[in-house]
């Protein structure tokens, strides 16, 4: 009986393994911080909110805007952090780009998309 507890538990550890390294994770098989190197167009529009939103900026984010997973961990990521980007000023861009189907109200870490 111990034997078969002791494989339960392994045969467990290698399902919860083989979920986590499937390469999928919040942007899929890209890296948020991969995600976060193309947004330079965004760079003053992430830094200042009175600052207007290139359109280069908006294609990019809306290639990902529909993911508010992916959009909350690149806005987050150390890339954006060390670029400058001002998270709380970063998150008003889907509304600043004036996408109708932005995740209105989502939690991305200590704020909230408007």
Do not use: W
Request: aromatic share 6%.
């Amino acid at each position: 009986m111990a034997s078969f507890l002791k494989f339960l538990c392994i045969l467990g550890l290698v399902v919860v393994l083989a979920g986590v390294s499937d390469g999928n994770g919040e942007c899929g098989k890209t890296s948020p911080d991969d995600e976060a190197m193309k947004l330079a167009p965004c760079a003053a529009a992430a830094q200042d909110s009175n600052a207007a939103v290139p359109a280069a900026c908006c294609a990019q984010v809306k290639r990902f805007g529909q993911n508010p997973k992916c959009l909350c961990a690149v806005l987050l990521s150390d890339t954006a952090k060390a670029s400058g980007v001002n998270p709380e000023i970063a998150i008003s861009i889907p509304k600043r780009c004036n996408f109708a189907n932005r995740p209105v109200g989502y939690k991305c870490g200590p704020y909230t998309l408007p």
